[in-house]
């Protein structure tokens, strides 16, 4: 492994997925984690066990190829392929992005994803890695946990109006920089993810029913129709009335 740290970037993608052959098992030992690196044509060049099984293939050359629009439900591939295009040209990074993801049987799971340009020794970008990391349940040993948990009780009863930072920290009686720090710890999200993430999940709840989406955005608390569609397109990858189709 320090051997693969040390090593001068590699000319070509097929060069890194060569050092990567003997440790690319270890990534589908690791629970609620999805694994990929694809090519500069945004195709899956090596994924772990965990992504294959969510998009219901059983094996993971099955997927080996494709693009995300090849692999995942129609409505959805596309955006995601969208992302990595973005990624691809301009070399930006993506990181700790709070999605909804909806996988094989339209399972909606919360998770942080990043994304990374690859570069070879002259700065060419040969592909992009990325990983999605299941939100895991809050870590209830920390010693501020019981203050946070009293923030995370408040965001999921206000959310529905603007909460303010200094709302969180008086709750909390921490500054502003303990409780941003505390609240990744704890719960693996800025206040501001809680607060997108309490909300979207009420909205991704209530789009199952026959509300239209305008008062499911006043019910979240966004201003209007559009805020709520941008929020939810940014945060799940599809518009409202996607998501809804989906699931009838």
Excluded at 89 to 96: H, K, P, V
Excluded at 160 to 184: D, F, M, N, V, Y
């Amino acid at each position: 492994m320090i051997e693969l740290l040390n090593a001068p970037a590699p000319d070509t993608l097929d060069q890194l997925l060569a050092t990567l052959t003997q440790v690319a098992p270890l990534f589908d030992a690791i629970p609620g984690l999805v694994f990929f690196i694809k090519d500069t044509q945004a195709r899956y060049a090596l994924v772990n066990q965990a992504l294959a099984q969510r998009c219901g293939f059983k094996h993971k050359a099955d997927i080996v190829g494709h693009t995300a629009e090849e692999v995942f439900p129609a409505r959805f591939g596309p955006l995601y392929t969208e992302q990595d295009r973005r990624v691809l040209a301009d070399g930006r990074q993506l990181s700790d992005q709070l999605e909804l993801h909806l996988y094989y049987g339209n399972q909606p799971v919360w998770c942080l994803t990043n994304k990374l340009a690859l570069r070879n020794q002259q700065g060419a970008i040969i592909g992009l890695a990325g990983i999605s990391r299941d939100l895991q349940s809050p870590q209830s040993t920390h010693p501020a946990y019981q203050k946070l948990g009293a923030v995370d009780a408040y965001i999921r009863e206000h959310f529905a109006r603007p909460i303010s930072l200094a709302e969180l920290t008086a709750i909390a009686g921490l500054s502003i920089a303990q409780l941003e720090r505390h609240c990744k710890r704890i719960f693996q999200l800025t206040p501001r993810q809680m607060i997108h993430k309490a909300r979207l999940g009420e909205a991704s709840r209530l789009l199952l029913h026959d509300l239209s989406i305008t008062e499911i955005a006043l019910r979240c608390g966004y201003t209007d129709h559009s805020a709520f569609s941008r929020q939810f397109r940014a945060l799940t990858g599809f518009s409202p009335s996607q998501y809804r189709e989906s699931h009838r």
